[in-house]
């Protein structure tokens, strides 16, 4: 009969035995490590997504100085949907933290104000002097200023509709400006005066208390979901039709939406408080009964 090899029955037994307590402690702090490691890179990922926007908006720049204003305009759009995204992800990986918030801040006060700003100085404010690079400033310093109240009054303010314009929708506005008068063949030192209005009209809805709309309320999405599907490929095959015009009509509407929301919701509120208030023949009948 043949035997057994000894040897081998012992290689068998080594690796049939139980784990020793080095060996139970270890593959735990392994795990760890990854898991660790998994949620350092999910952190960090708002963070790049930022870090994106801030590199769109200087290559923005750089692209401006040359005299290349079509990519100009289309990398201000582009630091513009980095800035959107980052903020969801960070929701949705619930890595919402004090340092991303304000490195959103840093980064909306490089890709929206002195991005746009600089390129519409160097587009078409350049030839007024003193008056072209003190309009790009003002436009700077409201995009700044809106950012701060924004932050101060986060939580506080109805969070269906933003109190003044959006530094990244004003920024976009000057982009998809530049976009149009490219696409169209429209000189801009022919319509200076009107580009000067435009910027300090920006600047000013900023700063001002008047009312836009958020898009944070989707209850109409979930009323009626196959209208707002159908519209919102109607809208994405207008742009796909016409990238450089379409956008500029959709700012242009939005822009001009934020003036008519303040007078309807003023109107509205007017009309509620007068429901309220007795009238005076009432009053006086009441009184001498």
């Known amino acids: 009969m ?3 090899n000894p040897k081998r029955s012992e290689f068998f037994r080594r690796r049939r035995r139980p784990p020793g307590e ?12 990854r898991i660790n490691k998994m949620k350092k890179g999910i952190f960090l990922l708002p963070s790049l997504l930022t870090l994106c926007s801030i590199f769109m908006s200087f ?11 079509l990519l100009a305009g289309g990398l201000i759009l582009a630091a513009a949907f980095f800035d959107g995204i980052d903020g969801r992800v960070a929701r949705l990986t619930k890595t919402t933290t004090q340092f991303g918030l304000e490195l959103d801040s840093l980064a909306d006060v490089i890709s929206f104000g002195i991005a746009p700003a600089l390129v519409m100085y160097v587009w078409a404010l350049e030839p007024y002097g003193r008056v072209g690079w003190v309009t790009a400033f003002v436009f700077v310093a409201c995009g700044a200023l809106r950012l701060a109240r924004f932050n101060v009054q986060s939580g506080r303010v109805d969070a269906r509709r933003f109190v003044g314009l959006p530094i990244p929708a004003a920024a976009c506005m000057i982009a998809t400006t530049v976009l149009f008068f490219r696409k169209v063949g429209l000189n801009p030192a022919d319509y200076g005066i009107m580009l000067l209005v435009l910027t300090y009209g920006l600047s000013f809805l ?13 209850e109409y999405a979930k009323q009626k979901p196959f209208s707002s599907t159908v519209a919102l490929v109607l809208i994405l095959a207008l742009i796909a039709a016409s990238p450089l015009v379409v956008p500029f009509f ?19 509120r007017k009309n509620v408080l007068e429901s309220k208030t007795p009238e005076p023949e009432k009053v006086d009948a009441e009184a001498t009964s």
């Open 2 to 4: 043949p035997t057994k």
């Open 22 to 33: 080095g060996e139970l402690h270890s593959r735990p702090e392994r795990r760890r490590m």
């Open 59 to 69: 290559y923005a720049i750089i692209s401006g100085l040359k005299g290349h204003f």
């Open 206 to 218: 900023m700063v001002s208390g008047v009312k836009f709309h958020a898009f944070k309320d989707l």
């Open 250 to 268: 959709l700012l242009a509407g939005y822009v001009g939406s934020g003036p008519i929301l303040t007078l309807v919701l003023h109107l509205r």
